[in-house]
Every structure is written in C-alpha cells, then in structure tokens.
C-alpha cells in the first residue's frame, strides 16, 4: 500500500530558485494538505484542499502556491526561496464524509520532504 | 480560534511503566475531533488514537489509551507498559472540521531502560 507518496525527500535549494514538491495519494481521498514543520515545532498548515479544483490557504501560505487538477495530486509550488522555508514539508490526505458531525477521519501523511535554502 | 497546548517538551519513563502525555485544548465549536500522532526520529507521521467529543467512554487502542475530560478540555494520551520503541515525539491534535488539523508544539518521551 503506497498511500500519501512525495517527492523528493531532500532537497537544497538556493536563494532565489523555485522548485515544487510532489504529492500523490491513492486512496481516492477528497482532502488534501500541505504542512510545515520547523525544527522542534509542530505542524503548521500551509495550503489544503477539499477536492479537484478547489484550493485555499492555510495559517502559513505565504510564497507558496498549489494546485490540486486531480484527486489524486496536490503539488506545492516555492517560486522565489527563502531561508525562512527552510522546514520539513509534510502532505496529507484524509477522507472526509459529507453531513457527520464529527471530523473523525485521522489524517494519513507522506515521509516528508526536507528543504534546505542556502 | 482553535489552540492546542501541550506543557511537556520532554518526559523521560522507565520501560514496562506508563506514562502520561498533557494536552488541553481551546475550541467554540461543539463539534471536534482530538488526535494523537507519534513522529520517531525518522520523521514519519504515524497516527496512535482518536476521540471525538461526543464519544461517552475514552478511546483505547492497544497499549493507548486517552483520557477525555471533556469539561476541562483535556485530553491526555496514557502509554501502558512503555517500550523502548516508544521513544519519539508525540503530537496532540484537533480537528474542528473547518480547515484542518491543529497541532500542538509535542512532547518528546525517551524510554529508559
């Protein structure tokens, strides 16, 4: 079982350059979500999406951009790096069932993408 | 605004004993879910345990249990008879179903031996 699949899983970039990370699920998952992780913190969500063709911001979308053209993948875009994106990227999915209460679906995560900007 | 607060940057346990993980949340909304995820030092996020605020008894999965106290907004994570493999950073999180999840800071538990 692949489940949540993202490439690559290091990465240096430098200053100035753009680069996107790849995530894919196959789950058939409806939600998506990037995240970032700096060192000895937990997640903060970038961007995440409810199914094909919608997107939206998260608590941390600035310098990043997404796009979600299937069900299936969900890249995340740095077009001008930063040392400040210097993090542990981390996607998700999760499945979540229209008219429950509840949010009871854990999320279901990839191994992370470490980016270094130098 | 959703919060979760976890006080224990660190814990240390004895092998074969329990211990208890903190984690308080903040939320207005009537509806949630609380989460704990486990990362070990490889970095992978694995999910342990899950308890959704109208569940009546506390989740158990194995060696987790959580202690849900619904009134003061707590819901810490219990590991029976501690492994040495349980040695890793535990995340609680929570899920109000607006966005997604909200994380607090962790809590890294080493197991003695």
């Known amino acids: 079982n692949a489940g949540v699949t993202q490439t690559p899983k290091f990465r240096i970039l430098k200053i100035g350059q753009s680069m996107t990370l790849q995530c894919t699920q196959d789950?058939?998952?409806?939600?998506m979500y990037w995240y970032r992780q700096d060192p000895g913190m937990g997640l903060k969500l970038i961007y995440y999406?409810?199914?094909?063709?919608?997107?939206d911001k998260g608590e941390v979308p600035n310098g990043y951009n997404v796009s979600r053209s299937t069900t299936e993948d969900f890249p995340l875009r740095l077009e001008l790096a930063a040392p400040s994106q210097t993090s542990v990227y981390f996607c998700?999915?999760?499945?979540?069932?229209?008219?429950?209460?509840?949010?009871?679906?854990?999320?279901?995560f990839g191994d992370g993408t470490r980016l270094s900007i130098l | 605004a959703q919060k979760i607060t976890q006080t224990q940057p660190g814990m240390f346990v004895q092998e074969k004993e329990a211990v208890t993980l903190d984690c308080t949340y903040d939320?207005?909304?009537?509806?949630?879910?609380l989460f704990w995820y486990k990362q070990p030092s490889s970095g992978e996020m694995i999910f342990l345990i899950y308890?959704?605020?109208?569940?009546?008894q506390n989740a158990t999965e194995g060696r987790y249990s959580l202690n849900f106290q619904k009134a003061r907004k707590s819901a810490n994570l219990v590991i029976s008879a501690s492994q040495l493999g349980d040695s890793a950073m535990y995340f609680c999180?929570?899920?109000?179903?607006?966005?997604?999840?909200?994380f607090g800071s962790g809590t890294r538990l080493q197991v003695q031996p």
């Open positions: 998700a999915s999760s499945s979540r069932r229209q008219g429950l209460p509840i949010p009871n679906q854990p999320q279901h």
């Open positions: 789950m058939n998952h409806n939600y």
């Open positions: 999406s409810v199914g094909a063709g919608i997107t």
């Open positions: 939320t207005s909304d009537p509806s949630y879910g």
């Open positions: 308890q959704g605020s109208y569940d009546q």
């Open positions: 999180a929570m899920d109000t179903g607006r966005r997604a999840l909200t």
